[in-house]
């Protein structure tokens, strides 16, 4: 066959391969599947994180950015959305949504969230919501305090527990710990709009103003003298985790009520902070259920 002879590609095959490549581009708007490598190393190599203005928030993700639309104390600047994603916000119509919607394409995002980010599509931005003070948490019966976790894919996921078990909100320190940004909210998937985020100066002076409030302060400890389930004496917990790897500061131990383990009888004794957390809440609801 010569090259005058080599039949062209079919109006038929154009419109296949067009719709195939409109699924593989929903696919990745969802997160569904993965942006191709080489295209990630070449958008990476290009990519600066933009400069942002103070209490400026960039929230990203169905699930998260669903949630922020809801909050009446989150101030809504912009949303930038496809067409999918945003039929899949169920607004409505634009006209509907509590802020100015912006249609753009994924690459659009890319641009300001870098291309590691698994939007989804949607990109809404935002004030950082208004600043909690502990007081606002008196009426809880169950709180939890982290001292200086650092990684907000794990503070993301403990805000996510945190919501699960009802506790009234998370306290952790301004220094060495997370802001509010679009790498926790996405995942805490939502539950930073449904629970306090605190954060404050002096982790020692907030456990004493939680005493003061009638909390017993519980801090998680592998080596702790007793188990958690039998520690608790009262109807207001606060638990207290320390920082992946180093666990609870000494200064920290020192202050809190009283000091426990989570009871593991296998082989490994320690867990990832999050999945403490976890543990921990489940154990003090229990316990706050049959105090009734």
Known sequence: MTKDDKPDRSNRDTHYATLRR???????????IPTP?????????????????????FLYGLHTVRAALANPDRKLIKLSVTQNAFARLEIGDPEAAPCPVEFVSPQDIDKVLGPEAIHQGVMLETRALPVRRLEALKESPLLLVLDQVTDPHNV??????AVAFGAGGLVTTQRHSPTESGVLAKSASGALELIPYIQITNLADALGDLHRLGFQTIGL????????????????????????????????????????????????????????????????????????
């Open 37 to 57: 490598p080489q295209w990630r190393q070449k958008s990476n190599k290009d990519w600066k994180p933009p400069q942002l203005q103070s209490e400026q928030v």
């Open 22 to 32: 409109a699924v593989r581009d929903t696919k990745r708007e969802r997160g569904e």
């Open 156 to 161: 993301g996921a403990i805000l996510r527990s």
């Open 221 to 292: 400890d592998s080596e702790g003298p007793a188990e958690l389930e039998g520690s608790f004496a009262s109807d207001r917990i606060a638990l207290v985790l320390g920082s992946e790897g180093k666990g609870l500061r000494q200064k920290t131990r020192d202050t809190v009520t009283s000091l426990a383990r989570l009871d593991m009888p296998g082989e490994i004794k320690s867990l990832n902070v999050s999945n403490a957390a976890a543990v921990a809440l489940y154990a003090a609801r229990q316990h706050l259920a049959k105090k009734g």
